[in-house]
Protein backbone atom coordinates (compact mmCIF):
# COMPACT_ATOMS: atom_id res chain seq x y z
CA UNK A 1 0.00 0.00 0.00
CA UNK A 2 1.53 3.14 -1.13
CA UNK A 3 1.07 6.40 1.10
CA UNK A 4 1.94 9.70 0.29
CA UNK A 5 2.79 12.62 2.38
CA UNK A 6 3.19 16.57 0.95
CA UNK A 7 4.95 18.91 2.18
CA UNK A 8 6.03 22.65 1.33
CA UNK A 9 2.87 24.73 0.99
CA UNK A 10 2.84 28.28 2.45
CA UNK A 11 2.07 31.49 2.59
CA UNK A 12 3.97 33.55 -0.46
CA UNK A 13 2.73 36.84 -2.23
CA UNK A 14 1.77 36.70 -5.82
CA UNK A 15 4.87 36.62 -7.84
CA UNK A 16 7.10 34.36 -5.95
CA UNK A 17 7.54 30.56 -5.75
CA UNK A 18 7.45 27.61 -3.91
CA UNK A 19 8.36 23.90 -4.03
CA UNK A 20 5.88 21.23 -2.74
CA UNK A 21 7.57 17.86 -2.18
CA UNK A 22 5.52 14.51 -2.09
CA UNK A 23 7.28 12.36 -0.69
CA UNK A 24 6.65 7.88 -1.39
CA UNK A 25 6.38 5.11 0.94
CA UNK A 26 4.99 1.03 0.94
CA UNK A 27 5.09 0.81 -2.75
CA UNK A 28 7.51 0.89 -5.53
CA UNK A 29 7.44 4.39 -6.49
CA UNK A 30 9.69 4.11 -9.30
CA UNK A 31 6.81 2.10 -11.37
CA UNK A 32 4.44 4.48 -11.18
CA UNK A 33 2.99 7.56 -12.89
CA UNK A 34 1.96 10.49 -10.38
CA UNK A 35 0.19 13.56 -10.34
CA UNK A 36 -0.78 16.76 -8.52
CA UNK A 37 -4.31 18.08 -8.22
CA UNK A 38 -5.49 21.10 -5.92
CA UNK A 39 -8.41 22.00 -4.63
CA UNK A 40 -9.84 25.81 -3.33
CA UNK A 41 -12.37 26.31 -0.47
CA UNK A 42 -15.64 26.22 -2.24
CA UNK A 43 -14.48 24.65 -5.19
CA UNK A 44 -13.88 20.92 -6.83
CA UNK A 45 -10.73 19.23 -6.67
CA UNK A 46 -9.02 20.34 -10.12
CA UNK A 47 -5.95 18.69 -12.18
CA UNK A 48 -2.31 20.62 -12.05
CA UNK A 49 0.12 18.35 -13.30
CA UNK A 50 1.16 14.66 -14.58
CA UNK A 51 4.35 13.00 -14.95
CA UNK A 52 5.59 9.51 -16.41
CA UNK A 53 7.02 6.65 -13.75
CA UNK A 54 10.62 7.47 -15.90
CA UNK A 55 10.23 11.70 -15.46
CA UNK A 56 10.20 11.77 -19.32
CA UNK A 57 6.78 13.04 -20.29
CA UNK A 58 4.77 15.40 -18.17
CA UNK A 59 1.79 17.17 -18.63
CA UNK A 60 -0.32 20.40 -17.16
CA UNK A 61 -3.49 21.76 -16.47
CA UNK A 62 -3.45 24.78 -19.29
CA UNK A 63 -3.76 27.52 -16.15
CA UNK A 64 -0.30 26.51 -14.65
CA UNK A 65 1.65 25.67 -17.96
CA UNK A 66 4.88 27.65 -18.32
CA UNK A 67 4.63 28.32 -14.54
CA UNK A 68 4.36 25.29 -13.18
CA UNK A 69 7.14 22.02 -13.42
CA UNK A 70 6.59 18.50 -12.17
CA UNK A 71 9.65 16.56 -11.81
CA UNK A 72 10.69 13.59 -9.97
CA UNK A 73 13.76 11.90 -7.92
CA UNK A 74 13.21 7.99 -8.35
CA UNK A 75 16.06 7.16 -6.30
CA UNK A 76 14.43 9.14 -3.28
CA UNK A 77 10.98 8.19 -3.42
CA UNK A 78 10.36 11.48 -4.27
CA UNK A 79 7.45 13.73 -6.17
CA UNK A 80 8.12 17.86 -6.79
CA UNK A 81 6.10 20.77 -7.77
CA UNK A 82 7.82 23.77 -8.37
CA UNK A 83 5.51 26.81 -8.84
CA UNK A 84 6.85 30.35 -9.91
CA UNK A 85 4.63 32.98 -10.90
CA UNK A 86 1.80 32.40 -8.36
CA UNK A 87 -1.02 34.10 -8.87
CA UNK A 88 -3.96 34.22 -6.17
CA UNK A 89 -6.07 32.37 -8.03
CA UNK A 90 -3.36 29.43 -6.98
CA UNK A 91 -4.57 29.51 -3.56
CA UNK A 92 -5.76 25.86 -2.82
CA UNK A 93 -4.79 22.47 -1.17
CA UNK A 94 -2.37 20.56 -3.28
CA UNK A 95 -2.53 16.62 -3.46
CA UNK A 96 -0.44 13.98 -4.90
CA UNK A 97 -1.44 10.94 -5.82
CA UNK A 98 -0.28 7.62 -8.31
CA UNK A 99 -1.96 7.49 -11.19
CA UNK A 100 -3.42 4.06 -12.08
CA UNK A 101 -5.41 4.56 -14.89
CA UNK A 102 -4.35 5.36 -18.22
CA UNK A 103 -5.72 8.68 -18.80
CA UNK A 104 -4.14 11.67 -17.38
CA UNK A 105 -5.45 14.61 -15.54
CA UNK A 106 -9.45 12.54 -14.11
CA UNK A 107 -9.52 12.78 -11.01
CA UNK A 108 -10.78 8.88 -11.09
CA UNK A 109 -7.83 7.60 -12.54
CA UNK A 110 -5.94 8.64 -9.50
CA UNK A 111 -5.18 6.68 -5.97
CA UNK A 112 -3.56 6.80 -2.77
CA UNK A 113 -3.86 10.19 -2.05
CA UNK A 114 -2.05 12.02 0.69
CA UNK A 115 -3.30 14.44 3.00
CA UNK A 116 -2.49 17.58 1.14
CA UNK A 117 -0.66 20.80 2.02
CA UNK A 118 -2.10 24.67 1.70
CA UNK A 119 -0.75 27.03 -0.58
CA UNK A 120 -1.71 30.79 0.03
CA UNK A 121 -0.56 33.06 -2.54
CA UNK A 122 -1.51 37.00 -1.45
CA UNK A 123 -2.52 39.75 -3.83
Known amino acids: QVQLVESGGGLVQAGGSLRLTCGASGGTFRSYAMGWFRQAPGKEREFVAD????????YYADSVKGRFTISRDNAANTLYLQMNSLKPEDTAVYYC????????????????WGQGTQVTVSS
Open 51 to 58: INWTGSTT
Open 97 to 112: AVRIGITKAIMDEYDY
